[in-house]
């Protein structure tokens, strides 16, 4: 439900990881059965997670999710349309910073959060021991989407509620209920761990040119991919195969 | 139609045997060095020119290029989508495939020595992309035979199944095999076959094991009840619609009137 729900929004994965290694991480599977004839496919693994700000592919996740622990379960609203992106410009309602303004710099919708740059922040102490203090480290928490936070109107920079609606050219924007002004999705949405923005993406050795990959090089015939590898290669097949039966 | 069906599926099967053994035999073909650094994954990118490699029968094609030894990451694009595989001649789609398999069997190798030697394994998203672009690769090929297959002789030319139940009523999905003779001379097969099931014991294990998934189920639906009281008891205005949209198996209406969807607070209404 929620992975249907997060491919269908506009929100940009930031770390361009793969769907399915993002998966393969975070998988812990205890006890499986062999891929035998006598097997069903059965298999033991961790069904709940704890999202927090680690996200789910590190180490640190791994470590808060280790085998064995049981956390309380965690109530996430469901979200139909998800609208809150990087780069956006948002006022915190509450907290210490109530009423001030800032712009989200990390989006974790698996619990409903953004982290807004420079705002609702506190000390952490990490490292101590016995005769050291540690160090103390400022930490931006995150803010809750639907109960803490407001986007901003572009017109007069003033907190607004808005709405989903379309444009004439059937184009999905959000709309300012206050002014009826688009709020537009900022392009910092685009930015992911590899590029700025797509066409600033630097190529590698391994990489296949973007006009190798749009080149259209198939032609129709009547042959199977074989048929055609066998042409291409030069191999000749004289031979009628006998009769078989397929049960 | 049976017969055309035959011969092609025959005549696929000679295929590969005859393209692995050829591939196999003349190592000096000129299409083995061709572009075997191109074609590996790609991006949307500004136009250059291909560049290729040089054929090294070397064990160390197995590892990685020594100056990513020892880095933290390794950046690749993403992985090849259908729709760009489905615009490749199959000439293409071939050497691409044998870029991917040296890659992927790099990528193995590399992974294996660093958890040998405790070491990092720079960037391990680069195997689900291998495998990812591998498995749009089989998929765009499979569309080709099946289309000729369909065109030509009616059938999808795959190997044929069927869901049938086993011994214990379970459903399984029998996967059929080629044979020279037919069914009803084989005698070995007829004899082999498993034809019906039944017994006390095994009607007996038939109703516990609908038991179990009917268990499976309800908790499941209960679940999803639990869930929705307790958004209901702590959002008292929460979205109804996006309530029964999300949640198809529970009646949200009849929820409604539960005492447990009550929080012990009054909830401030338009503050």
Avoid at chain 1, 87 to 108: A, C, F, S, W
Avoid at chain 1, 198 to 204: D, G, L, Q, T, V
Avoid at chain 2, 86 to 101: A, M, P, T, Y
């Amino acid at each position: 439900m929620r992975l249907t729900q997060y491919l269908a929004s506009k929100l940009k994965n930031f770390s361009n990881l793969p769907k399915e290694y993002i998966e393969r991480s975070k998988k812990q599977v205890y006890w499986q059965t062999p891929k035998e004839i006598n097997y069903l496919p059965r298999t033991v693994e961790r069904k709940r997670f704890r999202y927090t700000t680690n996200r789910s592919w590190t180490g640190q996740f791994r470590q808060q999710n280790m085998p064995g622990t049981v956390r309380r379960k965690v109530l996430v609203e469901p979200i139909e349309d998800w609208s809150f992106f990087r780069g956006d410009r948002i006022e915190v309602l509450v907290g210490k910073d109530k009423g001030k303004q800032g712009i989200v710099t990390q989006v974790i919708p698996e619990r409903n959060w953004v982290i807004v740059e420079g705002l609702n922040w506190h000390y952490r102490k990490v490292g101590g021991e016995k005769e050291f203090p540690g160090i103390i480290i400022k930490s931006e928490a995150p803010l809750h989407v639907t109960k803490d936070i407001r986007l901003v109107d572009p017109s007069d920079l003033q907190g607004t509620d808005f709405e989903w609606r379309f444009t004439e050219e059937g184009e999905k924007v959000r709309v300012s209920l206050r002014s009826g002004r688009i709020i537009p999705i900022p392009e910092t949405n685009n930015q992911t761990h590899d590029y700025k923005t797509p066409n600033a993406y630097i190529e590698r050795e391994k990489d296949t040119p973007g006009a190798v990959v749009g080149e259209i090089t198939f032609q129709p015939k009547l042959s199977t991919f074989e048929m055609d590898i066998m042409e291409e290669m030069g191999i000749k097949e004289e031979r009628t195969p006998v009769k078989s039966y397929w049960y | 139609m049976s017969s055309a069906l035959i011969k092609c599926l025959n005549l696929a099967k000679t295929v590969g045997n005859a393209t692995v053994r050829s591939f196999l035999a003349a190592p000096k073909q000129p299409w083995q060095s061709c572009s075997a650094a191109a074609l590996q994954t790609p991006h949307v990118q500004m136009p250059m020119q291909m560049h290729t490699s040089a054929v090294r029968r070397d064990l160390m094609e197995f590892f990685d290029d020594k100056k990513n030894w020892s880095e933290n990451e390794v950046k690749v694009g993403r992985a090849w989508r259908t729709e760009e595989l489905r615009i490749k001649s199959n000439k293409e789609l071939h050497q691409l495939w044998f870029v991917l398999l040296k890659e992927r069997n790099m990528l193995l190798t590399m992974e294996h020595e660093c958890n040998d030697k405790m070491e990092v394994f720079p960037s391990p998203e680069r195997i689900d992309k291998v495998k990812i672009s591998m498995e749009n690769l089989e998929t765009v090929v499979r569309e080709r035979n099946k289309a000729y297959h369909l065109l030509e002789t009616g059938e999808t030319g795959e190997r044929p199944q069927k869901a049938v139940k086993n011994a214990f009523g379970l459903q399984v999905s029998y996967k059929a095999c080629e044979h020279a003779l037919p069914p009803f001379m084989n005698l070995k097969w007829i004899k082999s076959r498993n034809i019906g099931y039944g017994g006390r014991a095994v009607n007996r294990f038939l109703l516990k094991y609908r038991e179990k998934l009917y268990n499976a189920k309800r908790k499941a639906k209960n679940r999803s009840r639990n869930e929705v009281m307790m958004i209901l008891r702590r959002n008292p205005n929460f979205d109804l619609d996006v309530l029964r949209r999300q949640f198809p198996d529970v009646n949200v209406d009849k929820l409604r009137n539960e005492d447990k969807i009550r929080g012990h607070y009054v909830p401030k209404v338009g503050v």
